[in-house]
């Protein structure tokens, strides 16, 4: 089955300064990716997701960016980061089965 | 509009106790997963329901499709302290489809 491998676990970044959050996978080939950020002890909001290499489709506007540079790493990253950019970041992979995602063990990020 | 509403959304039990968690929607889903996410990792998923009326049992744990699978039921039976966790149930509208997540439960079960 697939590892979804994410870091940092931690972040802590001031306003203003940029962001790049990496995710790997391992155990499957050609995935569909997928960033998430979770508020606090609330439910997945989709932020982007990959169906190959290059290919992003972003499903909400806001202040972030995501690349896929290779197969099995996707980025996501900002310029300059807002108090809002706040929050748990956490990387997924479509399974087989089809219809699951396996998950990594998610980035916190504190903007201050 | 949220497509899959959980309930409730907090619930603070005693160790041994029963429990069921709801997750409906007016749509149909081709598929409904549970995911269990404790605190500072990722979700981890705990079962896959497929067909209507479907129900599928892991331990203590029963899982529920509805007969028009527009809704999922979780029952705990004697919780524990360590089913303590937030439960998230997703769907998917069609096979392949992006999933669509509750806001989940928090359970916590005490000692």
């Known amino acids: 089955s697939q590892t979804i491998h994410q870091w940092p676990a931690t972040l802590v970044q001031p306003v203003g300064s940029p962001l790049s959050l990496e995710c790997t996978v391992e155990g499957t080939s050609n995935p569909n990716l997928y960033w998430y950020r979770q508020a606090a002890g609330r439910g997945l909001q989709l932020l982007f997701y990959?169906?190959?290499?290059?290919?992003i489709s972003s499903e909400v506007p806001q202040n972030l960016s995501a690349s896929r540079p290779q197969d099995r790493q996707f980025i996501l990253s900002s310029k300059k980061l807002l108090l809002s950019d706040s929050g748990f970041y956490l990387c997924a992979c479509r399974g087989p089965p089809l219809d699951i995602q396996y998950f990594g063990a998610g980035t916190r990020l504190s903007v201050l | 509009t949220q497509l899959l509403e959980q309930s409730p959304q907090f619930l603070s039990i005693q160790e041994g106790e029963n429990l069921t968690v709801y997750c409906n929607s007016s749509?149909?889903?081709?598929?409904l997963q549970w995911y269990r996410q404790e605190p500072g990792e990722g979700p981890v998923l705990l079962v896959t329901?497929?067909?209507?009326?479907e129900v599928k049992k892991l331990k203590r744990l029963t899982f529920q499709f509805g007969d028009a699978r527009k809704d999922s039921s979780l029952h705990i039976t004697a919780a524990q302290p360590g089913d303590t966790g937030l439960y998230l149930c997703a769907g998917a509208r069609t096979s392949g489809s992006r999933l669509t997540f509750g806001e989940g439960t928090q359970l916590t079960v005490n000692p």
């Open positions: 990959s169906v190959g290499i290059g290919q």
């Open positions: 329901v497929v067909t209507g009326g």
């Open positions: 749509s149909v889903f081709s598929s």
